[in-house]
C-alpha cells in the first residue's frame, strides 16, 4: 500500500501567497480562518528586498524590510472572496499573487 494520497481536483485550485507587513498577522490569521474554503494555511517570516519607498532608516541601510508571508491552496473560484475583504478586515500592506496548482497530495 502507497504512503501517498493524491487528491481528485475536480475544479481548478491555486496557490494564493500574500505578502505583508508582520504586524497584520493576528487580523489576517483570523480573517482567513473565518472563510470555509480556507482549510488551512502555511505561514512563514521573510525579508522584502527592493521598493526604497517607506523604509526605514534601518532597512534602508540593512537592504531588507521584514515581512510575512502565506501559502493558501484553495479553489480558483473561491480567490476573488479571499481578496475582497483584505483591506477593510486587515489592512492595506499587503502583495498578492497567483499560482495555479496542478496537483495535491499527502505522504505518510
Known amino acids: ?10 475544479e481548478e485550485f491555486t496557490m494564493l501567497v500574500l505578502n505583508t507587513a508582520p504586524e497584520l498577522e493576528e487580523n ?13 494555511f ?11 519607498h517607506n523604509l526605514s532608516v534601518t532597512e534602508q541601510v540593512t537592504g531588507r524590510r521584514k515581512r510575512s508571508q502565506y501559502e493558501i491552496f484553495l479553489a480558483s473560484s473561491a480567490i476573488a472572496k479571499v481578496l475582497e475583504g483584505l483591506a ?7 502583495v498578492y499573487w497567483e499560482q495555479t496548482a496542478r496537483n ?3 505522504i505518510g
Open 1 to 10: 500500500m502507497s504512503d501517498i494520497q493524491q487528491a481528485q481536483l475536480s
Open 28 to 40: 489576517l490569521i483570523d480573517y482567513l480562518l473565518s472563510f470555509e474554503q480556507v482549510e488551512g
Open 42 to 52: 502555511t505561514s512563514y517570516q521573510v525579508h522584502g528586498h527592493g521598493e526604497h
Open 88 to 94: 477593510s478586515a486587515v489592512g492595506r500592506d499587503i
Open 104 to 106: 495535491f497530495g499527502r
